[in-house]
């Protein structure tokens, strides 16, 4: 151990990512993968959005903006948020960050104090537990089951609620679910957060993608709701700007004058030129982005049958671009499943127990490749399937 890793702070405890190294490494070393593990969306980032960063440049607006964002960015915002989901914020109420990502970890800055309890829906993406560690408070997992097609339950969180309970994280859609709570279990959520004075993060980061007849309903238009809510999303799944690393949070003007400072702290604004490219994608022709869900919903509604006819079970999918996937019937634990699948097939799929699933039986699929890639890749997973199940 080195001098310095030996004066480590506490909050920085060593978290295995030694299986995703461990497959990437692999991947490299291989021609013909086919990946779909990662939630990188396939398409290019639209024309104009490109086009509008450019401009950006050639105007010279690639300096510091204010840390909550350029004026204009904020209002399509809050424009954005009332006209999709209902939700009333004024552009104050809203501060652009660098990826949803950094407004998550600046809302457990914020609000989770040491020693304070943070549910949040699970399956889930682990960075959430990092976030709450690293300011001291305990993550606590809610699970879903896919007998309810991952959907949350209420009686769920009810039962993991104790005094040191402070906030519940809802993620609607989910990853790695793609699980889509439906409003009259949104409307129950709600309740049960006022009822037992809990504050609320709604992670919305893929609800401009729902496939009918599942629907999305934002906790924060609930009555009582909008006090204990902030409610987070982002331009890098709807919009293919991963790399472009903006997001935002929206929240009570009183908070975010609060959390202004600590945001500057962080980062000090997000990309200047990626604030102009999200301006231009919420202003601009909206026409590429619904080609995309478009094409996401066709690739969905090929893959769920090809499971089916391979012997998998799955969560019905209402959201994002994700299929969780039991493929406890090839008689592999998923990581195996997934290791040995990578070196024998050249498909990339990543263990459910890299979303802190505790079981062994899932796998996440993401469909973010063309689909003619996406037939290959099944083809080459009945395959492997069926001899796994013969060596059983």
Known sequence: ?????????????????AFRTRMLGIAAGMNDVIALGRGDPDFHTPAHIVEAAKAALDA?????????????????????????????????????TAGAQEAMMLTMLGMCAPG?????????????????????????PVPT????????????IEKRITPRTRMFVLVSPNNPTGAVTPPEKIRAIAEMAIRHDLIVLSDEIYAQMIYAPNEHLS??????????????????????????????????????????????????????????????????PQEPIEAMISEYAERRAWLMPALDDAGFTY????????????????????????????EETGVMLFPGTMFGDET?????????QPLPLIQEAMERIASFTAHARSEA
Not at 1 to 17: F, H, N, W
Not at 360 to 368: G, K, M, V
């Open 219 to 284: 906790i924060a238009t609930l009555p009582g709701m909008r006090e204990r809510t902030i409610t987070l999303n982002g331009f890098s799944k709807t919009y293919s700007m991963t790399g472009w690393r903006v997001g935002y949070l929206a929240a009570p003007a009183d908070l975010v004058h609060m959390l202004t400072e600590p945001r500057h702290t962080l980062s000090i604004n997000a990309c200047t030129i990626s604030q102009h490219a999200a301006l231009a994608a919420l202003t601009g």
């Open 315 to 342: 969560g019905h999918p209402g959201g994002a671009f994700y299929i969780y996937t039991n493929v406890s019937s090839s008689g592999l634990p998923s990581p195996d499943f997934c290791l040995r699948l990578l």
């Open 1 to 17: 151990m080195s001098l310095l890793t030996d004066r480590l702070a506490p909050r920085i405890v060593e978290e295995d990512g």
């Open 60 to 96: 010279n607006h690639h300096h510091y903006t204010g840390p909550t964002g350029i004026p204009q960015l904020r209002e399509a915002i809050a424009e954005d948020l009332t006209h999709r989901y209902g939700l009333d914020y004024a552009a104050d109420e809203v501060v652009v």
């Open 116 to 140: 304070d309890d943070v549910l949040i829906t699970s399956p889930r993406f682990t960075s959430y537990d990092t976030a709450v560690r690293l300011c001291g408070g305990n993550p606590i």
């Open 145 to 156: 089951f896919e007998h309810d097609d991952f959907a949350l339950d209420v009686a769920e």
């Open 360 to 368: 062994t039986d899932y796998i996440r699929i993401s469909y973010l």
